[in-house]
């Protein structure tokens, strides 16, 4: 018999929170920044992207028009630390042309009617048909660059899930968003909580680098029944 305390999604994110204190995530001084690291940061560490963006903001470059405009041997040198560099700089010009084409932001926090009027199952396909675009960075540019609920199913995310006694998750990143995100009450949670439970589950998971780890991690103790 298990007899790991009850929790809930809500409970979860009060547990980590409570334990590990906010995150503050995402680190980024303007949301194209984050867009630009969300792109970046695909099949690889975070101290990777950390470089090109510092690189880009050296050569005064981490704007749409400017990525759209260099040429791809300047590009492909910039972000190189992220590897896979050329095909994520052809990925970066696709998101740049369509950022362009939402309009002028009148302030970073100024977010053009044209996404902005949209529902949030709508934005999301429109953000998955930019090449290079797939399930998790759609998510990840949802929650943070135009401040919509989601919940982002990564790796860490079904690590966590799996210690907490959930066994039979869909192995795809959509199935799995599909199985946990319908047990959030969203109309119950900010966005900032949102984007915050993610920074928790994945500050966790780098503290978590074997199932031995997460056998001995906060949520151990703990275990969520998902309808």
């Given at each position: ?188 949670w900010t966005i900032p909580e949102f984007q915050e439970f993610h920074g928790l589950i994945d500050e966790l998971g780098k503290t ?20």
């Amino acid at each position: 018999m298990d007899e790991r305390c009850l929790i809930d999604v809500r409970g979860l994110y009060e547990l980590l929170l409570d334990h590990m204190g906010p995150t503050h995530w995402w680190p980024a001084d303007t949301r194209f920044e984050i867009a630009i690291g969300a792109i970046l940061t695909q099949n690889t560490a975070w101290g990777n992207v950390e470089t090109a963006l510092d690189r880009m903001k050296a050569a005064d470059v981490l704007n749409a028009r400017s990525i759209a405009d260099l040429p791809d041997e300047t590009l492909w040198d910039l972000i190189r630390s992220t590897g896979y560099y050329r095909q994520k700089a052809v990925y970066l010009r696709a998101f740049c042309q369509w950022f362009l084409d939402l309009g002028e932001w009148g302030s970073d926090d100024d977010i053009p009617g044209l996404v902005r009027d949209v529902d949030d199952e709508t934005l999301r396909r429109e953000l998955l048909s930019i090449r290079g675009i797939g399930g998790e960075t759609a998510d990840d540019l949802l929650l943070y660059v135009f401040d919509r609920p989601a919940f982002i199913a990564d790796r860490y995310a079904r690590r966590m899930f799996e210690t907490l006694g959930v066994d039979d998750l869909p192995k795809s990143y959509e199935g799995f968003r599909r199985r946990v995100m319908p047990c959030i009450d969203v109309a119950s949670w900010t966005i900032p909580e949102f984007q915050e439970f993610h920074g928790l589950i994945d500050e966790l998971g780098k503290t978590c680098r074997t199932p031995e780890d997460w056998n001995h991690s906060i949520v151990a103790g703990y275990r969520m029944p998902l309808p």
